[in-house]
């Protein structure tokens, strides 16, 4: 059986589907061009898409100048494109996008949380 997305949506809040609604807060690496945040954005959405999951927001928060620098991947940071998404994913699925995280070299930090229904 196929549902839209807003089907799917709809499902949820009436407490039909089971999956959590995630919430990632992504820091990612600030490069001159838009175009490996966009790659990023694919990427982690294609994963979410194909693993069942659904994606019910993107926002691009933008550049940032961060309050420290940080060392990711062997490099120093000091500026980072902030991105919020939230999705609704089992925990199979959640721990896939978390590990995608974890070794993209665009990455500099995530928080995942889980929002209580």
């Not at 196929?2 to 039909?16: M, T, V």
Request: proline content about 6%; hydrophobic content about 40%.
């Amino acid at each position: 059986m196929s549902y839209d997305a807003i089907s799917i949506i709809a499902c949820f809040f009436q407490g039909q589907i089971k999956m959590p609604l995630y919430n990632i807060l992504c820091v990612a690496a600030h490069y001159p061009e838009i175009a490996p945040i966009r790659e990023l954005l694919k990427t982690t959405t294609q994963i979410i898409n194909n693993g069942g999951g659904l994606i019910k927001n993107v926002d691009y928060w933008g550049t940032q100048t961060l309050p420290n620098k940080m060392i990711r991947h062997q490099q120093i940071y000091d500026k980072g494109d902030y991105i919020h998404m939230s999705f609704l994913a089992s925990p199979p699925l959640l721990k896939n996008v978390n590990n995608l995280l974890k070794l993209d070299p665009r990455v500099i930090r995530w928080q995942t949380t889980k929002e209580k229904m």
